[in-house]
C-alpha cells in the first residue's frame, strides 16, 4: 500500500524484521486482513498502519486512505523534528592534520634537512 517505493524494497524489509503485523514478524508473503496493524521501521521512526480493507490490484495513491489509515502515534512523527547535531567540528589553523600547503612546507623542509644531513657527512 505505496508504504516502500518498491515490491523488492518491501520484501527486503521483511527479511530484515523491520516489519511487523500485529507486533509479529512477518515474510513477503503474508497477506493482510481488514484490521491488522502493519508497523514499519524507517529509521529513526516507526511507523504503524490499520488495514481498513485488503486490495487485490495496484491502486492509485489517492486511493490509499479508503484501503489503510495511518494511526502512527505522534511522539514518533515528532523524531522527524529533532535536531541533527553537527557533525563538521571546527579546528583552529594549525591544530589536527596539515593542510595541503603546510604538508608541502614540511616535506620541503625535511628535504632541506636532509641535505644539510649530507653535507655534513
Known amino acids: 500500500m505505496r508504504i516502500f517505493k518498491t515490491r523488492s524494497d518491501a520484501a527486503e524489509a521483511c527479511r530484515t524484521n523491520r516489519v511487523t503485523i500485529n507486533g ?3 515474510k513477503p508473503s503474508r497477506e493482510v486482513k481488514a484490521g491488522d496493524v502493519v508497523a514499519v521501521k524507517k529509521m529513526p521512526v516507526t511507523y504503524s498502519f490499520r488495514v481498513i480493507e485488503p486490495v487485490s490490484s ?4 489517492k486511493n ?3 484501503y489503510m489509515e495511518n494511526i502512527t502515534p505522534q511522539e514518533e512523527l515528532d523524531k522527524l523534528n ?3 547535531e553537527v557533525i563538521f567540528i571546527h579546528r583552529d589553523r594549525g591544530t589536527g592534520r596539515p593542510t595541503k600547503k603546510e604538508r608541502r612546507a614540511i616535506d ?3 628535504d632541506n634537512l636532509s641535505y644539510m644531513e ?3 657527512d
Not at 495496484?58 to 495513491?61: E, G, S, T, V
Open 24 to 26: 509479529g514478524y512477518t
Open 58 to 61: 495496484r491502486q492509485p495513491a
Open 64 to 66: 490509499v486512505p479508503l
Open 82 to 84: 529533532i535536531p541533527r
Open 108 to 110: 620541503s623542509l625535511m
Open 118 to 120: 649530507e653535507l655534513d
